[in-house]
């Protein structure tokens, strides 16, 4: 039997919708040597039956199946039964090139890596279409090498990338090693693991391809469902602040770690779906969040977006309703001010349309007048080799030669006169 190089681990809760399409991505994958194992979390609809007719068709496929515990504790347990050298957890609503292991697998071997990140954008389900993005690994933000650590980018360890578990590729050893796991909550299971496993690898290298598409407007997917769960997020950041301080060196990445966290308060925020969830959540953070994170006392030079250190001074001033209605503002006049942008770039996009399409024209015109010149200059030199020839059969006739004799004799005459 062959070695396993990757474990891909598919937690599956109620996506029989997608999952065909998931499967089919993953065991097409040109990297063969895989394992893919599926944890089904107590589904309802046939998204086992889906993964059984899949198991027949491909021996590589197992499935485990367990209570409803959401995809944390899915992941640990897939993670369990990896015989693969590397493991990467995939969820079961994406969507994948069909190279993304071989060409992570191939970076992570080349570079003796514990993680290989790379590039990733949406897929937009309800209009059904990708949508570049780039927040899944921030170009800028990488340091002049292709394989670093904490030490290399102390202040951006956390930032080049997000939490998202889909587009990192682990060294399983790597994994075992430093007993990484994913926490048994509902939403924001990722945090912990990630943020440990780059404050903890030693090798980070990345692929700048885009291997992999987040599906977005998902109605199923937990994401949406951000208000039945307000505080997970935050209480995720908390756990990861309490293991990750423990470390002697966490002062080294303090600032990355704050300016993430505070990053993931705001997203956490912007996805509630009522007011009331919103409300729960901003007062939290307002009245002890902040504290706990020591960002009241950061400075504005301490928090890498503006706009996130003038937020968090209103929210202490103002009320979540009015907070509401300020960014709601905020965001309209950017919009606007967006589409002016983009109506000024549209109509300097037809300018320079036109001019392109003349200079098509220009050089269409000059390509046929260029054809009608080397016609016209094959024609003539057909004419000349004509005459050419007509001058060298005159010369070799023999009333050229009499002629030519007989003149002799007056041209001498003429030239000594």
Request: proline residues 2%; hydrophobic residues 35%.
């Amino acid at each position: 039997m062959e070695a396993i190089k990757v474990s891909v681990v598919v937690p599956v809760y109620n996506v029989d919708e997608f999952l065909d399409n998931t499967l089919s991505d993953i065991t097409g994958q040109t990297l063969r040597e895989i394992e893919i194992i599926c944890v089904d979390d107590g589904s309802t609809d046939n998204s086992c039956k889906i993964i059984e007719e899949w198991m027949e068709k491909d021996s590589r496929i197992q499935l485990i199946r367990q209570k409803n515990q959401y995809a944390g504790v899915a992941r640990n347990n897939g993670l369990k039964q990896a015989h693969g050298k590397y493991v990467i957890f995939w969820d079961a609503d994406d969507l994948f090139e069909h190279n993304a292991l071989e060409v992570m697998y191939a970076q992570a071997e080349q570079e003796n890596s514990d993680i290989c990140i790379c590039e990733a954008r949406k897929y937009d389900n309800a209009k059904e279409k990708y949508i570049p993005s780039d927040a899944y690994l921030k170009e800028d933000l990488l340091p002049g090498k292709q394989t670093f650590n904490k030490f290399d980018v102390p202040d951006y360890i956390f930032n080049l990338t997000n939490n998202v578990p889909w587009n990192k590729l682990y060294l399983k050893e790597f994994i075992t090693k430093n007993k990484l796991q994913y926490q048994a909550i509902k939403q924001a299971n990722d945090t912990y693991f990630t943020i440990m496993a780059l404050f903890l690898a030693e090798r980070i290298t990345y692929v700048k391809d885009v291997l992999i598409a987040y599906r977005v407007n998902n109605d199923g997917s937990l994401s949406g469902k951000a208000s039945d769960t307000v505080f997970c997020a935050y209480d995720s950041w908390l756990y990861a602040k309490e293991h990750i301080e423990k470390y002697p060196d966490f002062n080294l990445v303090w600032f990355s770690f704050l300016n993430r966290a505070l990053s993931g308060f705001y997203h956490a925020l912007n996805i509630q779906t009522t007011f009331e969830s919103y409300e729960k959540l901003y007062r939290k953070l307002v009245e002890e969040g902040f504290h706990e994170f020591g960002l009241d006392e950061c400075t504005e030079e301490n928090i890498y977006a503006v706009w996130m250190y003038k937020d968090m001074q209103k929210m202490y001033e103002t009320e979540p309703a009015d907070f509401l209605v300020q960014k709601s503002i905020t965001r309209r006049v950017n919009n606007e001010n967006n589409n002016v942008r983009r109506k000024i770039l549209r109509e300097k996009n037809a300018v320079l349309r036109e001019n392109v399409q003349a200079l098509k024209e220009d050089k269409k015109t000059l390509q046929s007048d260029k054809k009608k010149l080397q016609e016209e200059k094959k024609k003539l030199e057909g004419e000349k080799k004509k005459l050419q020839k007509e001058i060298d059969n005159i010369k070799q006739s023999k009333a050229y030669r009499l002629g030519n004799k007989l003149l002799w004799l007056p041209r001498k005459v003429v030239k000594r006169g």
